[in-house]
């Protein structure tokens, strides 16, 4: 399990790549990304809809809130990301396939 500090520095490159990857993306899509206070926020156009992502310190873990369910990652270091335990998800993935189910359409991050 990582320390308090390796699990910050980890949860915050892991959110700022993502929040890179949310902002070329969202050029050509309905949605807008904003990184504030260590949260991340995702908001569509077309409905009033809000997914969260967010470092949970004491257990380690980034918690995203999306289509009414959480979703809780824990670090992988074999595959240097923040994996859903349930189903092999990097951050990453988990959060493209959650913005191609709101928008209905293909979405590459």
């Known amino acids: 399990m990582l ?5 910050r520095d ?3 490159e892991s959110l700022h790549a993502l929040y ?3 902002g ?3 050029e050509d899509a309905d949605f807008e990304a904003d990184f504030n206070n260590g949260a991340l926020t995702i908001e569509f156009d077309e409905s009033p809809v809000r997914f969260v ?3 949970n310190s004491p ?3 980034i918690w995203v809130s999306a289509h009414s369910k959480s979703f ?3 670090w992988d270091s074999g595959r240097n990301a923040f994996i859903l335990p349930d189903s092999g998800e990097t951050l990453t993935d988990l959060i493209q396939s959650a913005i ?3 928008l209905g359409e293909e979405i590459v991050l």
């Open 10 to 12: 980890r949860a915050d």
């Open 53 to 55: 992502i967010s470092p």
């Open 100 to 102: 191609r189910r709101q």
């Open 20 to 22: 890179k990857k949310l």
């Open 3 to 7: 320390d308090e500090l390796e699990f």
């Open 59 to 61: 257990v380690r873990q």
């Open 24 to 26: 070329t993306a969202s």
């Open 72 to 74: 809780k990652l824990g």
